[in-house]
């Protein structure tokens, strides 16, 4: 059974940083994408970054690129979500899934975790 654990939110100000990690476990990690998605109240979630466990390429969303940075540690079955220059409208529960489907589908990622919540303040 495939399992996403989130961690790593909190309240932060803006122009600051988090870095957000997903420990999965229950599949083999090279043959699965993983990727982070947000939810902001009132609004639909939205898919921001992706990572290929397989080869490492990854994908951003306009709304985060040049600021948030995927990466991934095989060894220990988890990506971070280095989150740089935080604005008020990064304020979201943030998770994250693992798929079979490619980072470029991570729309129709099935298998979000709970959550964690990150709050940027004005």
């Known amino acids: 059974e495939v399992q996403v654990v989130e961690s790593g939110g909190g309240l932060v100000q803006a122009g600051g940083s988090l870095r957000l990690s997903c420990a999965a476990s229950g599949f083999t990690f090279d043959d699965y994408a993983i990727g982070w998605s947000r939810q902001a109240p009132g609004k639909e979630r939205e898919g921001i970054s992706c990572i290929s466990s397989s080869d490492g390429s990854t994908y951003y969303s306009d709304s985060v690129k040049g600021r948030f940075t995927i990466s991934s540690d095989n060894a220990k079955n988890t990506v971070y979500l280095q989150m740089n220059n935080l604005k008020p409208e990064d304020t979201a529960v943030y998770y994250c899934?693992?798929?079979?489907?490619?980072?470029?589908?991570?729309?129709?990622?099935?298998?979000w975790g709970q959550g964690t919540q990150v709050t940027v303040s004005s």
């Open positions: 899934a693992a798929d079979y489907l490619p980072c470029t589908r991570i729309a129709d990622f099935v298998s």
